[in-house]
């Protein structure tokens, strides 16, 4: 370590500490492996669209993107997190690392070294969100929409 960090000023030091005090505490799922996804998945029964967009469950997995995972896992956004097969919960695991991933390099990509000037959810090359009425890019049936409770 080259001490930069015992050497920052109390301010800096109490703005990270209040950062961190709004951390929700949600799984990184990129430190995780299956087992431990599958233990945050199933703390609590919900349908996997609200699991994967809860930031007390997983860190930084949006709306957008748990339709990209879902359709990527081939699973239903109300299918509930408790009824899950094994393989199932693999296939989403493998899912939401892989959609994250290419989406995080992606967005790199279109930023270069810049910063995003378009910062939209609405992305071209989305397969599910954002496309309701158009065609699956597998299958070709057009994309439905499922409204659910509120959402």
Sequence with gaps: ????????????????GALAALDPG???????DVAAFHAVLVRE????????????????????????ILHRARLSPVAWTQRLADDEVARLFAATQRTLADWTERLRADAGDGFPERVTAFRE???AHGRY????????APIQRIVYASS
């Design 1 to 16: 370590m080259d001490g930069r960090r015992d050497r920052a000023d109390p301010k800096e030091r109490s703005r990270v």
């Design 125 to 127: 090359g989305m397969a």
């Design 26 to 32: 949600g799984a990184e799922v990129f430190d995780a």
């Design 45 to 68: 029964n919900h349908t996997l669209k609200r699991a994967l967009t809860d930031p007390r469950l997983f860190s930084g997995i949006g709306n957008a993107y748990s339709d990209e």
């Design 133 to 140: 009425g158009k065609p699956c890019p597998d299958c070709g």
